[in-house]
């Protein structure tokens, strides 16, 4: 058998050992340090937002969101099944109340139909989960709304560097959240990012990100007393994580650039067999420019997709699959405002089945991946 393909893999882009070393001997580890606010700053300059806090994880920034919106106890979210738990977690901890939408062929997201069906006076947010980072129907669902008083928190955990109708992904809505887990595009091992997009919330952010105090006011010399005064948590990344992170960020490009490469070679290697074979490609809407995070397929059914799992695994080759519907979990069921329907959610979920993707994947295991990946669908 030949050497084992994993599924993901980090790498080394740039100058990571440099800087996390540059950090250790600087003394400066904990947040808001030299490193973040080079990274934070480079963020919010791409993405047009009026702030960028850097997280411990995706997960902390999706919880200070829901502070910094004041959800409340009883309150109602509106979010995709096909989703991490992740989004949800972050909403039930403030004890708001879920109502699982079901989502869209083209792109796995929020279906705006489907949204428009499950909207009532206590719906106070829609949180759209762009999979993929292929961005879901946010002008469908902004037209849903017709002008209520509903925020958008957008989870944007595979979508950095995405864009929809020509504006960066994450910044439609009125928050949104960003992931640099050890399996997306850039990383620094655990860590996210909250995208602030209105002046008017970046007071009461930086309370919340200081823990509930007025840190910031003090230093400014805006206040004479640094005390409590808010909630909020220990939510920011260690200026040590966010020397890695920012050697990523450094090498952007050649990194996207790889992404793109490797998607291509994927894309042009299966999409010729698709029809013939019976499974489906990914598919980008053309107002849409994806960033490239995974490559994935659909098969016929659970059971070819199993299947076919099993014989790439036989090979070493680490495919996977996900998500399971958080509509049907066992963790959801007390935390849900009413039960709803999501079929579309069930059918993908499957059918779907992610191959390897990541930048320290050669030209040559793509096509072996593609390769066995076809051999195993011949096979009756």
Not at 104 to 119: K, W
Request: glycine content about 8%.
């Amino acid at each position: 058998m030949n050497a084992p393909i994993p599924f993901h893999q980090p790498i080394l882009a740039g100058n990571e050992l440099r800087y996390v070393e540059e950090s250790l001997k600087s003394g400066r580890l904990a947040a808001s340090g030299p490193f973040s606010k080079k990274a934070s700053t480079f963020l919010r300059e791409q993405l047009g937002a009026a702030e960028v806090f850097l997280t411990t994880s995706c997960t902390d920034a999706l919880e200070m969101g829901v502070l910094l919106l004041g959800l409340e106890p009883g309150d109602i979210a509106i979010l995709p099944s096909f989703t991490f738990v992740s989004t949800a977690l972050a909403l039930v901890r403030r004890g708001v109340k879920l109502i699982f939408a079901d989502i869209e062929r083209e792109t796995f997201g929020l279906d705006p139909a489907h949204v428009a069906e499950l909207l009532d006076d206590k719906v106070k947010v829609i949180v759209p989960v762009h999979y993929a980072g292929v961005a879901c129907d946010l002008a469908g669902i902004e037209k849903v709304l017709g002008g209520r008083p509903i925020d958008l928190m957008e989870d944007n955990a595979q979508g950095l560097f995405a864009s929809y109708q020509g504006k960066p992904l994450g910044s439609r809505g009125r928050i949104s959240a960003l992931s640099f887990h050890e399996t997306k595009n850039l990383t620094c091992g655990e860590g996210g990012a909250l995208v602030v997009n209105r002046t008017a919330d970046l007071d009461r952010a930086h309370l919340l990100y200081d823990k509930g105090t007025n840190r910031r006011a003090f230093q400014l010399g805006q206040v004479d007393k640094y005390s409590w005064v808010d909630e909020g948590s220990s939510f920011g990344l260690s200026d040590l994580l966010a020397a890695a992170l920012w050697a990523q960020l450094e090498q952007r490009d050649a990194i996207q650039s790889r992404r793109k490469t490797l998607w291509g070679l994927y894309h042009s290697l299966l999409t010729p067999a698709a029809a013939r074979l019976g499974f489906q490609v990914p598919r980008v809407p053309p107002d849409r420019e994806q960033p490239y995070h995974m490559y994935y397929v659909l098969l016929k059914d659970r059971s070819e997709r199993d299947r076919v799992l099993k014989a790439l695994g036989d090979q070493g080759i680490q495919a996977t699959f996900h998500y399971t519907p958080l509509h049907s979990a066992p963790g959801a069921k007390k935390h849900l405002a009413r039960p709803t329907d999501c079929p579309v959610t069930e059918e993908v979920s499957g059918r779907l089945l992610r191959l390897p993707f990541h930048n320290a994947l050669t030209d040559d295991q793509v096509r072996r991946v593609a390769a066995t990946f076809l051999e195993a669908l011949e096979r009756p």
